[in-house]
């Protein structure tokens, strides 16, 4: 986490702008006017305006979550480009995008919100509710077997600032946590897998898998018939990465044969998830509405001002993404 930075002085860098800095929000999915506020608090001596109600064509900086395409490229004044989560696979699906800086934003909090929805994701499969609320809807009474949570392997695919929370947690709950990445890791009490050819062996003692991977060329579409057929039969999936790494069809088709047991969805490639979906319904699926975790508006703030400011200064920004690797 960044330091706290005051608000802009006399002296401050954005001050010393040649001009007043305009800020632009820009989403096709949220109402970003929840981080106008907050923004405006941090940045005084800044101009924050919400495309598409406000002309944004002088933006210095962008705020972003779902930015439209192209409208980047029309600005010519940019200097930096922020979103407003720890994703920023939206913005660099951008095909127009300037080549600027790209940052993220990184909160212990909402790492801490994350590990919750997953323990209580493992709890719903380790404890078996998924199997008692079955019963429940049939009225019957059949209690299940219990098991240790040291019984109970959970796969972590994506080992980064979420990853490292989520693992913390659970490990402290007792469960046997092992967690794959791209690049190795050394990781205490924790079973490490990297790379294509360690995954295979990571998937086939996962009894859980929580998929909290960056969305990359790479990811894209990763949670699929040959991903799960690796998984031990009765496994049980928790998808809170990017609703794009998921095969939708491939995981009806796992569930429906009863290789896998069921499945917690938080993310989705199209959001709201349609109506017609059948994932609504489907028996051994639980979705929730993109509610894992979300960073607190005035933590986004405090972590975009404190890099507009750095930029102006010519200092290094906090929270860079390597736009080759994707995050």
Request: contains cysteine; charged residues 25%.
């Given at each position: 986490?960044?330091?706290?930075?005051?608000?802009?002085?006399?002296?401050?860098?954005?001050?010393?702008?040649?001009?007043?800095?305009?800020?632009?929000?820009?989403?096709?999915?949220?109402?970003?006017?929840?981080?106008?506020?907050p923004?405006?608090?941090?940045?005084?001596?800044?101009?924050?305006?919400?495309?598409?109600?406000?002309?944004?064509?002088?933006?210095?900086?962008?705020?972003?979550?779902?930015?439209?395409?192209?409208?980047?490229?029309?600005?010519?004044?940019?200097?930096?480009?922020?979103?407003?989560?720890?994703?920023?696979?939206?913005?660099?699906?951008?095909?127009?995008?300037?080549?600027?800086?790209?940052?993220?934003?990184?909160?212990?909090?909402?790492?801490?919100?994350?590990?919750?929805?997953?323990?209580?994701?493992?709890?719903?499969?380790?404890?078996?509710?998924?199997?008692?609320l079955?019963?429940?809807?049939?009225?019957?009474w059949?209690?299940?077997?219990?098991?240790?949570?040291?019984?109970?392997?959970?796969?972590?695919?994506?080992?980064?600032?979420?990853?490292?929370?989520?693992?913390?947690?659970?490990?402290?709950?007792?469960?046997?946590?092992?967690?794959?990445?791209?690049?190795?890791?050394?990781?205490?009490?924790?079973?490490?897998?990297?790379?294509?050819?360690?995954?295979?062996?990571f998937?086939?003692g996962?009894?859980?898998?929580?998929?909290?991977?960056?969305?990359?060329?790479?990811t894209?579409?990763?949670?699929?018939?040959?991903?799960?057929?690796?998984?031990?039969?009765?496994?049980?999936?928790?998808?809170?990465?990017?609703?794009?790494?998921?095969n939708?069809?491939?995981?009806?088709?796992?569930?429906?044969?009863?290789?896998?047991?069921?499945?917690?969805?938080d993310?989705?490639?199209?959001?709201?998830?349609?109506?017609?979906?059948?994932?609504?319904?489907?028996?051994?699926?639980v979705?929730?509405?993109h509610?894992?975790?979300?960073?607190?508006?005035?933590?986004?703030?405090?972590?975009?001002?404190?890099?507009?400011?750095?930029?102006?200064?010519?200092?290094?920004?906090?929270?860079?993404?390597?736009?080759?690797?994707?995050?």
């Amino acid at each position: 986490m960044t330091t706290k930075t005051p608000p802009a002085t006399a002296s401050s860098p954005l001050s010393k702008a040649p001009s007043r800095p305009v800020v632009a929000l820009l989403s096709t999915h949220l109402d970003m006017d929840f981080m106008r506020g907050p923004l405006q608090k941090k940045l005084p001596e800044a101009e924050i305006r919400k495309w598409p109600d406000e002309d944004v064509s002088d933006a210095d900086f962008a705020v972003c979550w779902r930015p439209p395409h192209g409208v980047m490229a029309g600005m010519p004044r940019l200097r930096l480009l922020h979103s407003i989560a720890a994703g920023v696979d939206n913005i660099l699906a951008d095909p127009e995008l300037p080549d600027l800086p790209v940052c993220r934003v990184v909160d212990e909090n909402h790492a801490r919100g994350m590990a919750e929805y997953v323990l209580w994701s493992v709890l719903y499969f380790h404890r078996r509710f998924d199997s008692v609320l079955r019963r429940q809807a049939e009225g019957v009474w059949a209690p299940p077997r219990q098991r240790a949570a040291g019984e109970v392997t959970v796969g972590i695919m994506g080992w980064g600032n979420l990853g490292r929370s989520v693992g913390g947690a659970l490990r402290a709950f007792g469960y046997n946590v092992r967690g794959w990445a791209r690049t190795p890791r050394e990781v205490p009490d924790i079973e490490f897998f990297a790379g294509v050819s360690e995954r295979e062996a990571f998937l086939r003692g996962t009894d859980i898998l929580i998929c909290l991977l960056p969305l990359t060329d790479e990811t894209n579409g990763i949670l699929n018939a040959g991903l799960f057929a690796s998984l031990p039969e009765g496994a049980a999936l928790v998808n809170i990465g990017r609703g794009e790494q998921l095969n939708e069809a491939d995981l009806l088709a796992a569930l429906d044969a009863g290789h896998l047991r069921g499945a917690v969805l938080d993310v989705f490639a199209q959001e709201p998830l349609p109506p017609e979906s059948p994932l609504w319904a489907h028996p051994r699926v639980v979705v929730t509405p993109h509610i894992a975790s979300t960073a607190d508006p005035r933590t986004i703030a405090d972590q975009i001002s404190t890099n507009i400011r750095r930029i102006l200064a010519g200092e290094a920004l906090v929270n860079e993404v390597d736009r080759r690797r994707g995050y």
